[in-house]
């Protein structure tokens, strides 16, 4: 009985060998991945992902009669300057309003600014602006603001938080025309400076004065890690 015993052990270990194994691999595999999404990396601004906060980022927006999309971007670890990629469009009790998006991510902290419709005079392509001159300003001009967090641990940068937007107030501009001195010469007369003001209407999303703020939540994903817009894409990388 004891040679017999004996004989049984180590046929039990070589029985066991496979399982044995298997869990010291997947143990160092889980070690592993541990260690590259453990913390944040060098120079990846608190992400732990290698573009660090490069990317392209969208945001669903939703409130009382309103529904929004908000987008912007980063590269080179700074909002992106491609215009395109960094915008918002609100559809706010029967309004549709878009605009400009400033936005800054600190840390896990996310901060914006939800600029009204830019306005230009229109110019040819000599960047001249020649009469008779015909173009439309849009009225429902609206502005606003948005705060929240970010977690940068995970793969897809989830972001969520709040915000508000409000119909944009009255707009004064001034045009200053500086004429080009050579004319002298042929009219004979000093060419003048000629300064001129006027005023944008501002846009109004609720007849009730008191009711015109409309607040909203938002929650959003990193879409990409190139900054995406008309501009093209630039692969960001640290």
């Known amino acids: 009985m004891t040679l017999h015993a004996q004989n049984e052990i180590p046929s039990l270990l070589v029985m066991k ?5 298997t869990t010291l691999l ?29 990317g392209s980022y969208q945001a669903t927006a939703r409130g009382t009669n309103l529904t929004g999309i908000i987008r912007f971007a980063y590269q ?8 395109t990629a960094n915008t918002y469009a609100f559809f706010v009790n029967g309004n549709t309003v878009t605009g400009n998006v400033t936005a800054s991510i600190t840390g896990k902290s996310l901060a914006g600014v939800l600029g009204g419709q830019d306005f230009t005079v229109p110019t040819n392509d000599t960047g001249a602006t020649e009469l008779p001159l015909v173009f439309i300003v849009r009225g429902n001009r609206a502005s ?10 995970d793969s897809m940068s989830a972001f969520n938080g709040n915000g508000a937007v409000t119909g944009a107030p009255n707009e004064t501009n001034t045009v200053i025309v500086i004429p080009d001195p050579s004319t002298a010469v042929i009219s004979g007369a000093q060419p003048a400076v000629t300064i001129t003001n006027f005023i944008v209407p501002g846009g109004s999303l609720d007849p009730d004065p008191d009711a015109s703020q409309y607040k909203f939540t938002f929650e959003g994903v990193r879409t990409s890690v190139t900054a995406q817009g008309s501009g093209g894409g630039t692969t960001t990388t640290n």
């Open 26 to 54: 997947l143990a160092g595999v889980g070690a592993s991945q541990a260690g590259s999404f453990g913390g944040p990396g060098p120079f990846s601004d608190q992400s732990p992902l290698q573009s660090g906060i490069n």
């Open 17 to 21: 060998l496979p399982v044995l194994l």
């Open 76 to 83: 080179n670890g700074v909002q992106s300057p491609i215009a």
């Open 144 to 153: 606003g603001y948005f705060n929240g967090k970010i977690d940068l641990e």
